[in-house]
């Protein structure tokens, strides 16, 4: 019988955290393209959750991203 496997805690038992812990977040990469991806993702993640933090979320969505800029990025 294999050993269980150790995961962070942060895992808990949800089988998504569980499955994201497994492929994702415990599997080194080399490849510097992916490395470069995931660097401007987890950059982009922290700089929302800031936002939603001090509550800023909402009035920057709008004012950055108004519909009819939206609308004609669409046509583009």
């Known amino acids: 019988m294999p050993a269980p ?3 962070c805690a942060w895992a808990g038992t949800d089988p998504i955290y569980v499955a994201y ?4 977040w415990g599997v080194p990469v080399r ?3 992916l490395l470069f991806e995931f660097l401007v993702l987890e ?4 700089v929302y959750a800031h936002m939603q933090a001090v ?3 909402n009035d920057h969505v709008v004012s950055c991203f108004r ?8 046509k583009a």
């Open 31 to 33: 490849d510097d393209r």
């Open 5 to 7: 496997k150790i995961r």
């Open 67 to 74: 519909h009819r800029q939206v609308a004609r990025l669409g």
């Open 43 to 46: 950059g982009s993640t922290i």
């Open 55 to 57: 509550g800023m979320v």
């Open 21 to 24: 812990h497994d492929t994702e």
